[in-house]
């Protein structure tokens, strides 16, 4: 498809009805008050809680010295498994508000570790807590706790990996039934001379997605023998995502370029993405603009805020801290794609974030909105200048701005109407 006649359309049908979905809700203050109902039900007069479990966590304040949790859905245990995070998210549609909803459904059950202390670890908190993790699916569990839960949600604006609903000090945790595990990651268990960068790597391989091998790894299942630790969610979400990329990128590393300049675009969430292929080597870079009034810009007075990362045909061995996790799990939807079709390209991911996106999800949106991309129809550009000048019409600022702040684009020619307002 011609690209003028790919930027006719101003939203799909898809994207509309994913874009009413992201509408604020105010039903979510009347669910978090109803959660200590819910709780006072669910538990014994010992508080012991009762329920199942589909997922842990591991925070990272105090690191090595961690909060590691047990989420359970209180009130939810029939159908534990869609509080998961995971790529069925998206094809639900869920909205911000379905999100936060289920995560502060979650109990976290903890308490402090040391990192250290997980290798060849099956009994007690912890040795629960890892069944839980590499299990394929949700688990009944049995949860003693020092007390209530405490209400101070912590679904914050600095969390923006996974952030969980209320929490509880916990005094122990059991399995009441034996968890179905995958051969795959039965393997990985048992070999303790695999370092954990293979371990990942293999699992993806056989079929596992990112969010489960983020889980495995966080709950210290990777790794050598007495070097397994466990791993705070946060930083295993974007561990995953690099690696799992890195080994994609060896899949393209001498395929062929693609052809011809392609522009595809996804909108999730109050996020818009726009992914620019071009012929050459390798290449990758993210520039996000966040409008005022978004959940990471919040004056609604202030300009659009940018930032962005780039990488050339070697990658990147320090971590990105401007646009952290979106660059890394960004990415990860792009190399899936060229190395799906035997190709490379020169990327340039162009990620709006508009003042729709009020409250943080995840960087899974931005995962699953770059992977879905590639599902629909695409323009062609004649240049990688002209597409750039075309998606630019669709942005919150003029090309000369963006040229100041992208290496990709900064080469491009300019003229007097590229620095508009």
Known sequence: MKLDDFMEFEVNERAERRRLAAEKSYELLDHMESFQHRFDEATSGDSMFGSVSPSIFVGRSNYPKVSTGILSPVGHEADAARFETNAGWYEEGVSISDVFERRTSLLNSNRAADVTSVHDAWDGFLGTQREVAIADRPVDVEIGLDDGPNLDFDVTADDIATPTGPRAR???????????????????????????????????????????INTVLSAGALGRGENRRLVPTRWSITAVDDTVSEYLRGTVRDAPSVDSVQVWRNEYLGNAFWVVLAPGDWEY??????????????????????????????????????????????????????????????????????????????????????????????????????????????????????????????GLQSNLADFGA
């Open 285 to 410: 870079e993210l520039v996000e603009m966040k409008a005022p009034g978004s959940i990471w810009n919040p004056d609604p007075a202030a300009g659009v805020a940018m930032s962005s990362a780039h990488e050339n045909r070697e990658g990147r061995t320090a971590y990105v801290e401007e646009t952290a996790g979106a660059y890394y799990a960004a990415r990860l939807g792009v190399l899936e794609h060229l190395s799906s079709v035997g190709r490379q390209a020169k990327v340039l991911v162009l990620r709006h974030v508009s003042d729709e996106y009020w409250g943080p999800v995840g960087v899974w949106q931005i995962r699953e909105a770059v992977r879905n991309a590639f599902e629909g129809e695409y323009g062609e550009a004649e240049t990688f200048e002209a597409a750039v000048r075309s998606v630019t019409d669709h942005l919150p600022v003029p090309l000369g701005r963006l040229r100041s702040k992208s290496t990709m684009a900064a």
């Open 170 to 212: 916990a005094q122990s945790a059991e399995l009441t039934e034996n968890p179905h595990v995958p051969r795959p990651v039965k393997k990985t268990l048992e070999d303790d001379d695999w370092n954990a960068q293979g371990a990942i790597t293999y699992l993806y391989r056989r079929g596992l997605d990112v969010y489960d």
